[in-house]
């Protein structure tokens, strides 16, 4: 746009410096009515324009600038004339020491042949300093998509300023663009999906490193709960190998040494019943004499429990001899205190396996 703005430019420029009474062949390729209007002389091409080109030049604006009057050179200003709103004109005016020479009307089809040539799917509008609309133009895809509905999410607006107060003495125009918003591709998918597959990837793998860290943390506990319950089932030899410098580490460490004691406190208690009968039956081969009942050995047999008054049950080893609640007199005395040892010692023996 601005290329073919100066293009005009230079054209009236070299128009204006060699004083032509005609119109070069060039310039109709970029304007549609060009007027000479200074006090020496008045022509327009179409002939008889002058007159209406200048009435239109002094009432346009467009937020044009002040031309210096004090200048010999040639200076271009541009106004835009909004006589006709539904067709703005875009003018170009040479000014010498702030006199008015020559006057010339953009042609809109080479002004804005840029933005016709955008895409069909596009539209652009140009507004001048003051905010009024200078053009508007839309592809024939854009128009139809806005007819049919399309949401407006799906269309992107870009907004661009033109600075032309250095070049041609006026305002900023605006270029605002509307167009459909254009999917981003990798490898003929949407970047969306890709960006899609890589989070689900990302958390599929910090899943799996989770999981396996938990198991990694959880994996002593478990061998130390099967290895409680062999030792429950009474299993020798069970020992737990674990070997770390963590908590986890001093409960393996700790394990192993209760093991080793219960291990130790049930060897003790296996082999405690034989030392203890064995204590018995030298206790009572120590602490009674022999009895005899007339030449005849005699067994007897203490009572469960011993009070007072209780007598032992004994039998003769004679022939023929039966067991007797009573034992006779004269070895009453020695079978009741036989007796009476024996439960004292079956008493102790099972206070010492209470505790």
Request: net charge positive; aromatic share 8%.
């Amino acid at each position: 746009m601005l290329d073919r703005l100066l293009a005009g430019k230079s054209l009236l420029l070299a128009q204006a410096e060699a004083r032509m009474q005609e119109a070069p062949p060039g310039l109709g390729r970029v304007f549609i009515q060009v007027a000479r209007v200074d006090g020496e002389a008045t022509a327009s091409w179409p002939p008889h324009i002058a007159e209406e080109l200048f009435i239109a030049w002094t009432t346009a604006g467009g937020g044009a600038l002040p031309v210096p009057p004090d200048r010999a050179a040639f200076e271009v200003q541009l106004r835009v004339d909004h006589s006709l709103p539904s067709q703005p004109r875009v003018m170009l005016g040479t000014h010498r020491r702030g006199a008015l020479v020559w006057l010339a009307v953009f042609d809109p089809d080479y002004l804005w042949g840029p933005l016709t040539d955008a895409g069909l799917d596009t539209a652009w509008w140009v507004t001048d300093a003051r905010g009024q609309l200078i053009v508007h133009r839309a592809g024939e895809d854009f128009t139809l998509r806005r007819e049919t509905g399309q949401a407006q999410d799906d269309v992107i607006e870009t907004s661009t300023a033109l600075f032309l107060g250095g070049e041609l003495l006026t305002g900023d125009w605006r270029f605002t663009q509307r167009a459909p918003r254009q999917p981003v591709l990798w490898y003929g998918a949407p970047l969306s999906l890709w960006l899609g597959l890589v989070a689900a990837a990302a958390l599929l793998m910090i899943a799996m490193l989770s999981h396996w860290r938990i198991r990694l943390a959880l994996e002593p506990l478990s061998q130390l709960t099967r290895v409680t319950r062999r030792l429950a089932k009474g299993a020798a030899g069970t020992r737990v190998d674990i070997e770390r410098d963590d908590e986890i580490g001093e409960l393996a460490q700790a394990f192993n040494e209760m093991a080793v004691r219960i291990e130790t406190q049930f060897d003790a208690l296996e082999g405690w019943p034989r030392s203890t009968a064995t204590s018995l039956r030298a206790r009572r081969s120590s602490a009674l004499p022999a009895m005899r009942c007339n030449g005849w050995p005699c067994t007897i047999r203490a009572p469960a429990r011993w009070w007072p008054g209780a007598t032992a049950s004994w039998r003769c080893d004679r022939p023929g001899s039966r067991r007797r609640s009573t034992p006779p007199g004269w070895c009453s005395t020695i079978a009741s205190s036989r007796a009476k040892a024996d439960s004292t010692a079956s008493r102790r023996s099972r206070r010492t396996c209470s505790r």
